[in-house]
């Protein structure tokens, strides 16, 4: 079973918050990691029955509360069920918390894939997610997240797998950031 849970509290109003999650998906979202990571694009505005992803991974949004909350379940054969993004008061006045829970089994081929890369990658992007988000609020964190040697190794693995199939959906790696 994966529970994963990334979350982050913002010196800012529940609204506010929910006004960048209403926009998590495209190309120019305040919300989602757009210059480091595949950006999360869906088949029509956000809302439930759209269905995108990022990357590889296929989802569909399930449930949705403007400003509040979506959840996706997962369309993809290696792992079945959802990853959800909320927000909630903070536990100080004005601040808000957002937080993302996958809540899914592996399956398949995904019982090796999710431990060996895809949870890394994931926590990297999400962790990306959190400080783009702070940077949006105008809050840019204290620390940022940096990717472990593994997540380099293996974003590097995956530039070059795709640098021989080329895919024009998703945007080339900066020079540098590699090294984050």
């Not at 757009?34 to 999360?40: A, E, F, I």
């Not at 509040?68 to 100080?92: M, N």
Request: glycine share 8%; proline share 12%.
């Amino acid at each position: 079973m994966i529970y994963n849970v990334h979350e982050r509290e913002y010196p800012v109003p529940a609204a506010r918050l929910g006004e960048l999650l209403d926009q998590v998906a495209g190309p120019d979202s305040p919300l989602w990691p757009v210059r480091h990571w595949p950006p999360m694009i869906l088949d029509r505005p956000l809302d439930a029955g759209a269905d995108g992803g990022h990357g590889p991974i296929r989802y569909r949004c399930t449930a949705y509360q403007p400003g509040h909350r979506v959840e996706f379940s997962f369309t993809v054969p290696v792992v079945k069920g959802t990853h959800t993004f909320s927000i909630r008061d903070g536990r100080q006045p004005d601040s808000s918390v957002l937080r993302h829970v996958i809540l899914a089994r592996p399956r398949g081929l995904g019982r090796v894939i999710w431990p060996v890369a895809l949870r890394w990658l994931h926590d990297a992007c999400l962790e990306d997610l959190l400080d783009h988000t702070a940077d949006s609020l105008g809050h840019p964190p204290r620390h940022r997240a940096r990717w472990s040697p593994w997540v380099r190794l293996l974003r590097r693995l995956g530039r070059t797998r795709r640098s021989a199939q080329p895919d024009h959906q998703h945007p080339p790696v900066a020079p540098g950031d590699p090294a984050r």
